[in-house]
């Protein structure tokens, strides 16, 4: 990647950031035939991307606030996400539990209709539950007062492994995609912004690319790249952080999810079966600074336990969270709304006086539309060759390439299938295919987001550090200091992912 970069003088199109929008962006330009290049400062995915609650939905609470339109968008964007990689996607069934007859009504009217939105796409009908119907399908749940429930059908994934093989797949169409490469700063004609000043944090080296176009998808950190044109750029986006709790399934067996669509502050709870594990959220807390690996508050923590506690007859505590894990939802300001709750989940799109395309708001599931809206702007803007978006099924990822070059390097030395931890199951080929075919750099890269044991265990993830670091030392030619730091950072970091 670097090399193309050093060989490669003007390009259609500079993406920054490397979270879903900007994948996605890449992956549309590339596979429309432009020249594309998307640079991310730290690895792929490591922002709000990779700390999703893991949901290819619709929104059923935007449906309450009767925004139809986004509902329907996201719903489509769902069935299409769900067939175009359907290796990292899955249909999750949800129970909303209610406690009156009309609360009853009420939901299974609105479900019905958010499942007669989906049009073809449905992942499956909608249903009412008596009380006994659904203690039997959710059996942690507390019985006191209930009435019944509703079932319905949504999606879920693994988000760092789509944004994974959404560079994978942009590589395949021709794209450059550099992580731990940060954009400082650009060039300009007049006014027109006619490139881009790099920095490849790793080597510490410094690229001047020329751009006939260039996306800003850099989620909550976009007025910074903003004001990298024009210093006095007003802020545009709001950070609101929202905290996941990972917790042992025999906390709440079973395979359905549970959804409490409104809790006594009127926020959304689910508790979502996951890797074997269960995940728990998520807040709404509104934030001044947006950090890299934002920190989760007492108060966040409190008030999830509190409530799920509340739903279930299972008490868990602190000590029992095997990880948590904290992301920043980039809301667009709208003036003169405060909470961040009320602010905009849709997409926003800005062009700057310089030509830059501002894409960011929106959410994971309809990551693909933002891409396809921003690169026709882009191209548009820039007076590209006009070419038609191929990405509304295109797939995504080839997993029987990756399977079948983790089979060989088994097949040449079997040890490569031994488990990095025995309760998980990821093997050492793993670790090899991310450095090899993946651009993993570090040992967070490979724990954290091209598996996901961090997120699932954080203990585990350290005890497995040392491991991972040995097995990418032998692979990239690091030596024992490097192994040793590695592991290092690597532990301070999953610390944070621990209740202390
Ligand atoms: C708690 C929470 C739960 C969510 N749950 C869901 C869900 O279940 N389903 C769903 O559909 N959506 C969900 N979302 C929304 C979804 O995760 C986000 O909308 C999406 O991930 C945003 O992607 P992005 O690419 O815009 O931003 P990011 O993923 O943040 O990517 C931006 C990237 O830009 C990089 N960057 C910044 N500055 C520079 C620079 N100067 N140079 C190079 N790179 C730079 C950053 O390092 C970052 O990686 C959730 C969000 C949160 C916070």
């Given at each position: 990647m670097l090399q193309q970069l050093d060989a490669t003088s003007e390009w259609d199109m500079v993406i920054i950031g490397g979270g879903a929008t900007g994948l996605g962006a890449a992956v549309d330009a590339a596979s429309r035939g432009y020249k594309t290049l998307l640079v991310e400062q730290y690895d792929f995915a490591k922002g709000t991307s990779s700390r999703s609650t893991k949901l290819v939905h619709g929104g059923v609470r935007y449906l309450a606030q009767g925004n139809i339109k986004l509902v329907r968008e996201a719903l489509r964007e769902r069935g299409r996400l769900l067939n175009n990689a359907p290796h990292l996607t899955s249909i999750q069934t949800f129970i909303i539990p209610v406690f009156s007859w009309w609360e009853k009504g009420y939901y299974a009217i609105g479900l019905y209709l958010y499942d007669l939105l989906s049009g073809s796409l449905s992942l499956g009908k909608t249903q009412v539950l008596s009380k006994k119907q659904l203690m039997a399908r959710l059996p942690a749940i507390n019985p006191k007062g209930l009435f019944g429930g509703i079932l319905y059908f949504d999606g879920q994934f693994d988000d760092s492994r789509l944004s994974i093989d959404l560079a994978a797949t942009a590589t395949v169409h021709g794209a450059t995609l550099v992580n731990y490469c940060r954009a400082a700063g650009f060039t300009k004609d007049g006014k027109k912004?006619?490139?881009v000043t790099l920095v490849d944090t790793i080597n510490n080296r410094t690229y001047q690319v020329s751009a006939r176009s260039v996306i800003n998808a850099t989620g909550v950190f976009t007025d910074s790249v903003m004001q990298m044109e024009d210093a006095a750029k007003h802020d545009m986006v709001s950070p609101s952080q929202g905290i996941h709790l990972v917790v042992d399934p025999f906390f709440f067996p079973g395979t359905d999810a549970l959804m409490i669509p409104k809790t006594d502050d009127g926020r959304v709870l689910f508790a979502v079966p996951w890797h074997n594990k269960i995940v728990l959220g998520t807040t709404d807390t509104p934030i001044e600074t947006?950090?890299?690996?934002?920190?989760?508050l007492e108060e966040e923590i409190g008030f999830i336990l509190k409530h799920i506690n509340r739903y279930c007859t299972s008490q868990i505590k602190r000590s029992d969270v095997q990880s948590?894990?904290?992301?920043?939802?980039p809301l667009v300001k709208h003036k003169g709304q405060?909470?961040?709750a009320l602010l905009s989940r849709d997409h926003t799109l800005v062009v700057s006086p310089g030509g830059m395309v501002t894409i960011t708001g929106g959410k994971w599931t309809t990551y693909r539309k933002m891409a396809e809206d921003a690169v026709d702007n882009a191209v548009f803007i820039a007076k590209l060759p006009s070419k038609e978006c191929i990405t509304a099924d295109l797939p995504i990822g080839n997993p029987r390439n990756r399977n079948g070059w983790m089979e060989r390097l088994i097949n040449q030395n079997p040890a490569m299938a031994d488990l990095l931890h025995p309760q998980y199951p990821y093997i050492k080929a793993e670790v090899v295919y991310a450095v090899t075919k993946e651009m993993a750099q570090t040992v967070e890269d490979v724990l954290a987001r091209r598996t996901r044991l961090l997120f699932l265990d954080a203990h585990a993830a350290m005890s497995t550090a040392p491991m991972v670091a040995s097995l990418m030392a032998a692979e990239m030619g690091k030596d024992a200091e490097w192994e040793e730091e590695?592991?290092?950072?690597?532990?301070?970091?999953?610390h944070q992912y621990l209740l202390s």
């Open positions: 912004i006619t490139g947006a950090a890299i690996e934002p920190l989760p948590v894990f904290v992301g920043l939802r405060k909470k961040t590695q592991v290092k950072v690597f532990t301070q970091l999953a």
